[in-house]
């Protein structure tokens, strides 16, 4: 019963369109493989969502941003997978699964088998009633994780212009939406629990930096404490959001950007699960050897650290899918995922990049007043992690290069001196 393929990639986000991309390079026959999604749009490269997505002008709109133009590959319209035989489900939820029959059952009770699974569900936004917060649900309350979102976000910020909004959580979301809304000529300002925004990467120092630039666009900050209420208008609609320290903020809207959670729940009691995410070995396979699991919803292991890892960034989608796609369909030359985490980030005039791991003593470096500067993390003699605020395409590789290399550091005093140049040395 049922439709049969031999390969079903579930998701159809940024791992499903890298996967599908390495399937059709590595030659499938046609009917072969099917992806499923709840999207009804074909696989887009998400952060364009957070970006040129929300710009006032010009901004992206699909076809425009489909994978896999983001890694300056093939864009893959849904013309594109008609033409390679590839079966794209969309709009539909797959609400269980049961990995000793290898079969999905979709929410419209359809029933897909497969001989071989990928899992590729990443993430969805933590919502605020998780965290004990009611009323996330009112029509000028905005999250952010996928199309829908994004052009609900649009409209909501059009009927805001010249108003106010809070925007809470000082992550990714946060600080990207701060700084959309910004260019939306929209008031902003931001509400964490942290002492800085982006703590869990960024030092005090770097922090203090990109702070500074936006408090110069005219962004706000209250720091150290939570929203703990919404008070709303007779139609529903928030008017003010009140903070647990008591402070009242006028809002014509609020964006929530407060963290994920991985779309595990299918799979739980079913696949071996760690940190939160379904476990894979270096082949990106899962305790179950028929199903794979790539991108945000995948814990792997990364050799170069030597430890298991679940991220939530695109290069490791994109990387950790086209990895299993090379395991299933070419198992004896495919060796142990390699991968070097890598983090980034573009708001306003400014951009930066992260490689490795932001462990053990901080050496900063550069102009921390002007547009490049940057850091390394030295971790038990050795250099483990790189950041540089406004480098080049040259200086990008060069600190990418010497984070996986790990050299020993002797002199800290030297590296600092020398910042990017040291990484451009070796
Ligand atoms: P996703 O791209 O999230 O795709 C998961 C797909 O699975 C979705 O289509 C979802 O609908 C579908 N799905 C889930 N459950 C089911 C189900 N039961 N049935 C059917 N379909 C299902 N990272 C960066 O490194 N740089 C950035 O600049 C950046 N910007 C971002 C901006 C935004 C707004 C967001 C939300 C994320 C951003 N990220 C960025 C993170 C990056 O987009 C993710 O790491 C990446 O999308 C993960 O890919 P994925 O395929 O694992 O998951
Ligand atoms: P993040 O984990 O990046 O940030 C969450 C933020 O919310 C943190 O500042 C966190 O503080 C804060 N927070 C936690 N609890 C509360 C609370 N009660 N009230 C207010 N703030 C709170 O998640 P995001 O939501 O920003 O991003 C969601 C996903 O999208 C992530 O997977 C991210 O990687 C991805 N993304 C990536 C981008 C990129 O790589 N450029 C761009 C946009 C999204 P604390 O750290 O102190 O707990």
Redesign the pocket.
Known sequence: MGRDFVYVI???????GYAALEFSKRGISRGDLCI????NVA?YE??A???GFLFPEDPARLPSFHTCVGANEERLTPKWYKEHGIELVLG????SADVRRKTLLTAAGETINYKILII????R?LKLEEIGVNGSNAENVCY???LAD?IRLVSVMQSCVGGNAVVTGGG??GM?CAAALIMNKINVTMVFPAAHCMDRLFTPKIASFYEDFYKSKGVKFIKGTVLSSFENDSSGKVKAVILQDGTRLPADMVMVGIG?RP?TS?FEGQLTLEKGGITVNGRMQTSNSSIYA????ATFPVKLFGDLRR???????RKS?RHAVAAIMAPDKTGDFDYLP?????TFTLSWQFYGDNVGQVVHYGDYSGKSFGAYWINKGKLVGSFLEGGTKEEYEAIAKVTRLQPVVAAIAELERKGVGFALSV
């Open positions: 579930l998701g159809g986000g940024v791992a499903a499923i999604s709840e999207e696989p998400r952060p969502l957070s970006k539909t939820r797959v609400k590729a569900t990443g993430a936004a952010l994780r996928d994004a990714f979301i990207e994920s779309n299918l790539v991108g945000d919803v991220l939530e960034h695109v290069d490791s989608a899918a890598f983090f980034y980030s573009r």
